[in-house]
């Protein structure tokens, strides 16, 4: 059974910091494009950011450009979103998501809450 576990998440200051992970088990990641999603109270979810299966390839939202990076480890069948200088508005839950394109594949870990106050 395919399972995506998300942590890292959790209370932070305005301008502080924040590493999630998102484990794999009964799955390899290293042929899946991964995403890590986000939502926020009352709204919908939203693409955050985006890595190519080998990691060359990252795209991001405006929001976080220059604030938050993906990266991933395929020997550890591990992706993760750093997250800087954090916002009040970046307050919400973070999901991460593998999928293959074409396929129908797409599986999503549980979330985790990331709380952004003072």
């Known amino acids: 059974q395919v399972q995506l576990v998300e942590s890292g998440g959790g209370l932070v200051q305005p301008g502080g910091s924040l590493r999630l992970s998102c484990a794999a088990s009964?799955?390899?990641?290293?042929?899946?494009?991964m995403r890590w999603y986000r939502q926020g109270p009352g709204k919908k979810r939203d693409l955050v950011a985006i890595i190519s299966s080998d990691g060359d390839i990252t795209n991001y939202v405006d929001s976080v450009k220059g604030r938050f990076t993906i990266s991933r480890d395929n020997a550890k069948d591990t992706v993760y979103l750093q997250m800087n200088s954090l916002k009040p508005e970046d307050t919400a839950v973070y999901y991460c998501?593998?999928?293959?394109?074409?396929?129908?594949?797409?599986?999503w870990g549980q979330g985790t809450q990331v709380t952004v106050s003072s």
């Open positions: 998501n593998a999928y293959v394109p074409y396929t129908g594949y797409n599986a």
């Open positions: 009964g799955t390899i990641l290293s042929n899946k494009i």
